[in-house]
């Protein structure tokens, strides 16, 4: 009986071409992971989110804002219920963006889908878990509130944290990181010639 790799093995004839469509679909691999900056979204920083250029109003509306100082992007838009679930929703939201900004198919206008509100609106509550309380915003304001926990935060919090922000044009002029550029120095440099 024959072991499962020797199974997979080609035939000696073809072992050439194998390899040699083996090592470019490798390559093209790496340069795809290399190209597309992939191990960055394994971070919490900011500025990876604008290796899609598409987000700079969410960026720069972001860094104008109180959260600046105490949240970033994935403290806001990602599951912290458990390590798995932040890099599946990672994976799997990340996954969908590079396919619409690879396709060139982002819209004009975007808006934040069920999944995201949802992980949104429980970041809030994880966060201001200490102001949901009626006491505390009659001590605060002076002024009994009543919560009303069926109701998005935004609802009542439509500013926070990106301001009126809806589409690619409304912050044109947005001085936002700019991603480097994936081309090598050497490269470049024979460009100029």
Known sequence: MKTFLSKLTPPSSWMFAVLIIGGILTGVG????FISKAPSYLSDKPETCMNCHIMAPQYATWNHSS????????????PHNNFL????????????HATIFTLRNEPQVIF????????VQENCI????DLISD???????GVFHHFRMDRQ???CHRETPHGQVNSL??????RVPVPASPVPKWLRRSDKK
Do not use: M
């Not at 934040?112 to 992980?119: E, H, L, P, W």
């Not at 006491?135 to 304001?141: A, G, L, S």
């Open 67 to 78: 959260h600046r100082e105490v949240a970033h992007c994935n403290d806001c838009h990602v």
């Open 169 to 174: 044009s409304s912050v044109p002029y947005a």
């Open 85 to 96: 679930n932040k890099y599946y929703f990672k994976a799997k939201d990340g996954l969908r």
């Open 112 to 119: 934040i889908r069920d999944d995201g509100q949802r992980v």
């Open 153 to 155: 935060c935004w609802e």
């Open 30 to 33: 790496i340069f795809l992971l």
């Open 126 to 129: 994880r966060c201001h878990t």
């Open 135 to 141: 006491e505390k915003v009659q001590q605060y304001t």
